[in-house]
């Protein structure tokens, strides 16, 4: 009984680790196209983990569980990254409002000064 169960102790990992194809044979049944995008892709997936340990890293040296920091941080990167939106959609804005001007489409734009000339240019109007 013993001699069983130190056969499917040893002897189902073992099986196993036979059986399972390894990441290059893996890789070899991929089609070209997927090959091709898996090699592309392999030096951002290295770089997007590189930085995650990282951050995992610097969160460690805080004395709070690392969830907490991480929340921190996330809350951090949405403010940071609303208020970025928030001046995206100003200047839009602004340039928008700027280009309505110039072509004449804002109150006051087009109107006559005193003088009889357009506010836009110089020419008199007739």
Do not use: H
Request: hydrophobic share 30%; with cysteine; net charge neutral.
């Amino acid at each position: 009984m013993l001699a069983v169960g130190g056969g499917v102790c040893v002897g189902g990992p073992a099986f196993v680790m036979w059986v399972q194809p390894t990441e290059e044979e893996l890789f070899k049944r991929y089609n070209p196209e997927l090959q091709k995008k898996s090699l592309e892709r392999r030096y951002e997936k290295q770089k997007e983990f590189d930085d995650f340990v990282v951050r995992l890293k610097e969160y460690s040296k805080s004395d709070k569980p690392i969830w907490t920091v991480q929340e921190e941080e996330a809350r951090k990167q949405k403010q940071e990254s609303l208020r970025q939106d928030f001046q995206d959609a100003e200047e839009a804005k602004a340039r928008q409002e700027a280009m309505r001007r110039e072509a004449g489409l804002l109150k006051g734009a087009g109107e006559l000064e005193s003088t009889g000339k357009s506010k836009l240019t110089d020419n008199p109007v007739l």
